[in-house]
């Protein structure tokens, strides 16, 4: 897991004013309600109010590319947290994060289009990996493996 994160270790924070400069922060703030949080934190931040459930998981496909990518690790490293505390119950916020880096099953061409050239590929290995994880630890608990789940293991993710 820690390998996983390690993939992230050296990614810079996207250039904020760049991005309001494309679409203004008004404009942002119309579809990612907590679009002033993002421009102030770090991905640890994230990482550690992910489980307070401050955010809204459906909003997270909406930020641009570079902020999506940035962000991206705080969700693997806060699934990974909940997995090795081992509860014996899932907490909804898991499932709903995890889901984040699922794109829609109508929006997967333009997600590898939009998204995925701003992952290097020990990147997209390291989400493939964490949504791997998730999914074994779904079948595990709840003996079903999710179809979208595994649409975004094979195709959205894994190295081709």
Same mark, same amino acid.
């Given at each position: 897991?820690?390998?996983?994160? =390690?993939a992230f270790e050296s990614i810079e924070r996207p250039d904020i004013e760049a991005i309001e400069r494309q679409s203004p922060r008004e404009e942002l703030l119309g579809y990612i309600?907590?679009?002033?949080?993002? $421009?102030?934190?770090?991905?640890?931040?994230?990482?550690?109010?992910?489980?307070?459930?401050?955010?809204?998981?459906?909003?997270?496909?909406?930020?641009?590319?570079?902020?999506? $990518?940035?962000?991206?690790?705080?969700?693997? +490293? +806060?699934?990974?947290?909940?997995?090795?505390?081992?509860?014996?119950? $899932?907490?909804?916020?898991?499932?709903?994060?995890?889901?984040?880096?699922?794109?829609?099953?109508?929006?997967?061409?333009?997600?590898?289009?939009?998204?995925?050239?701003?992952?290097?590929? =020990?990147?997209?290995?390291?989400?493939?990996?964490?949504?791997?994880?998730?999914?074994?630890?779904?079948? +595990? $608990?709840?003996?079903? =493996?999710?179809?979208?789940?595994?649409?975004?293991? +094979?195709?959205?993710?894994?190295?081709?």
């Amino acid at each position: 897991m820690a390998r996983a994160i =390690a993939a992230f270790e050296s990614i810079e924070r996207p250039d904020i004013e760049a991005i309001e400069r494309q679409s203004p922060r008004e404009e942002l703030l119309g579809y990612i309600s907590n679009w002033d949080w993002y $421009r102030q934190h770090s991905w640890q931040d994230f990482a550690a109010e992910l489980p307070t459930e401050q955010f809204d998981p459906f909003e997270f496909p909406s930020l641009p590319p570079t902020v999506y $990518r940035y962000f991206t690790p705080g969700i693997l +490293a +806060a699934t990974f947290g909940a997995l090795a505390a081992n509860q014996p119950a $899932r907490a909804f916020w898991e499932e709903y994060w995890i889901f984040a880096l699922v794109p829609l099953k109508s929006r997967i061409e333009a997600f590898r289009f939009e998204y995925l050239p701003h992952f290097s590929t =020990a990147q997209k290995e390291a989400i493939a990996f964490g949504l791997v994880t998730f999914s074994h630890r779904q079948i +595990a $608990r709840e003996n079903y =493996a999710d179809a979208d789940l595994e649409r975004a293991i +094979a195709q959205v993710w894994s190295p081709a």
